[in-house]
């Protein structure tokens, strides 16, 4: 994720990070270079829902908590959100805000970056999006650790911890994607990015994973939804950026694996994944997200 300064790269040494990796893991795989196709092509189906559960999820975030600001409606903040504006309160509701209506930013913005066209075509776009997308989700994160420490978010300790330490790392893999991009090490930034990108959807994960446990359970289950504690919420809460991690960095191996066999393996767990993403974000769209949206 470039930061500042960056401007003064030369574009030889912002070229496509992706190109990039695959050139040296195929370098350091001569044995057996088979299976980056299928590799490439899972990650892109995954790429394909998870960028269109994002884009409803942006638009629902601007369609609801978006107009109601616009309108000065807080009523429509705590329909949709407990605890989303408390009257006498105005620096923790403008935390609160600054959270949620930034979040559409990351939501829109953020798989922008993992387009390879973009970056070998459009540099200046991908490096001004990044600046954006990085900064913006740095701002969200500090402002979900201050809603934490204000109590702001329901799910009981355990969820409040797994989502701080979500926050933490993002914080901490955000700074160390722009110290590489300053750095000009183009194969340890894009590692790094894509490890803030997961973190930074960790939100949407929990989302569309809470809507796919309801959806196959056929009601709610494992939790009380109106204090959101449960064994099912904590493990979600966990899930929601331990998961995503352990997937990406089973990608990141299998690139640079030097038998085909395990590129084959992680090609088929990102088809699998695309599977489950697909439905949780379905689910998450047409129960919550887009009726909301026709309410407004």
């Known amino acids: 994720m470039p ?6 790269l030369p574009l030889q040494t912002l070229r496509d990070p992706h190109a990039d990796a695959l050139v040296h893991a195929r370098r350091r795989a001569p044995a057996s270079s088979g299976g980056f196709s299928a590799l490439r092509y899972a990650a892109a189906a995954w790429w394909v829902v998870a960028f269109a559960g994002h884009l409803v999820f942006g638009a629902y975030i601007l369609g609801t908590y978006g ?4 309108h000065a409606n807080t009523a429509t903040w705590n329909q949709l959100m407990p605890f989303g504006h408390v009257a006498d309160a105005p620096v923790g509701n403008a935390v609160v805000a600054i959270h949620v209506l930034l979040a559409a930013i990351v939501a829109l913005c953020g798989p922008l970056q993992l387009i390879p066209a ?4 459009a540099p200046w776009f991908h490096r001004w999006n990044g600046r ?3 900064t913006t989700a740095i701002i969200v994160g500090i402002a979900g650790l201050a809603m934490i420490g204000n109590g702001r978010i329901l799910g009981g300790p355990w969820v409040a911890a797994s989502t701080a330490i979500n926050g933490g ?5 955000a700074a160390l994607a722009w110290r590489r991009a300053r750095a000009r090490d183009s194969i340890a930034h894009r590692r790094w990015a894509l490890r803030t990108f997961v973190l930074a959807a960790g939100v949407w994960f929990f989302r569309i994973g809470m809507a796919a446990w309801i959806a196959i359970n056929g009601g709610i289950v494992g939790f009380d939804p109106r204090t959101m504690q449960g064994p099912a919420l ?5 899930g929601e950026w331990v998961v995503p991690l352990l997937v990406l960095e089973a990608y990141l191996r299998a690139e640079r694996a030097r038998a085909a066999g395990g590129r084959y393996i992680v090609a088929a767990l990102l088809l699998a994944m695309a ?3 697909g439905y949780g974000a379905y689910r998450s769209s047409m129960g919550t997200w887009l009726p909301l949206l026709h309410m407004v």
């Open 67 to 70: 107009v109601g600001t616009l």
């Open 132 to 134: 954006i997308y990085a």
């Open 275 to 277: 599977v489950v993403t």
């Open 234 to 238: 904590t493990a979600l809460s966990i």
């Open 118 to 121: 973009l970056r070998r075509h």
């Open 3 to 8: 930061g500042h300064g960056t401007d003064a």
């Open 169 to 173: 790392l993002l914080l901490a893999c």
